[in-house]
């Protein structure tokens, strides 16, 4: 058997999904049409998730986000939890970039190059019904990580 250390972003991406409650990131907010209003029980079952996520395998260096997106403009992608830090996007709903579009579209492990030393992978998120209610992004690389 594998030690931990010797999991690929794929294998953490895959043991996270198993555990990420999709119809839990589905009800984070409560108007997702703008307004931070949370649903907390909801919020902190995905953020625990999130920070166990990236402590899975140190020596990857994640940062895990779960992004939706908004109902009335499906251009736009909201972050809705994230571990440690925030996505390089910040926390401000931004326009859907293709690799995330592929991820919301239902593919797995969708990779684009953010710098020398990061790059993102996109995972789509499920609820109970096998529908794609958002994704999970893992950040990889040389971050300095900030508790939020």
Wanted: net charge negative.
């Amino acid at each position: 058997m594998a030690s931990y250390l010797e999991l690929d972003i794929d294998s953490v991406a895959r043991i996270g999904l198993m555990f990420l409650d999709g119809d839990a990131l589905e009800n984070i907010l409560l108007d997702r049409y703008g307004h931070p209003d949370y649903d907390f029980d909801h919020f902190n079952s995905c953020k625990i998730t999130l920070l166990k996520l990236e402590r899975m395998n140190p020596t990857l260096g994640l940062t895990a986000v779960l992004w939706q997106l908004r109902p009335d403009n499906e251009e736009i992608a909201v972050p809705v939890a994230a571990g440690t830090a925030l996505p390089l996007e910040g926390y401000r709903p931004c326009p859907v970039s293709p690799a995330l579009g592929q991820a919301l579209a239902g593919e797995f492990g969708v990779t684009t190059r953010r710098s020398e030393s990061c790059s993102s992978h996109y995972y789509p998120v499920r609820n109970s019904d096998g529908e794609i209610v958002g994704a999970l992004e893992l950040l990889e690389g040389l971050r300095p990580h900030v508790d939020i």
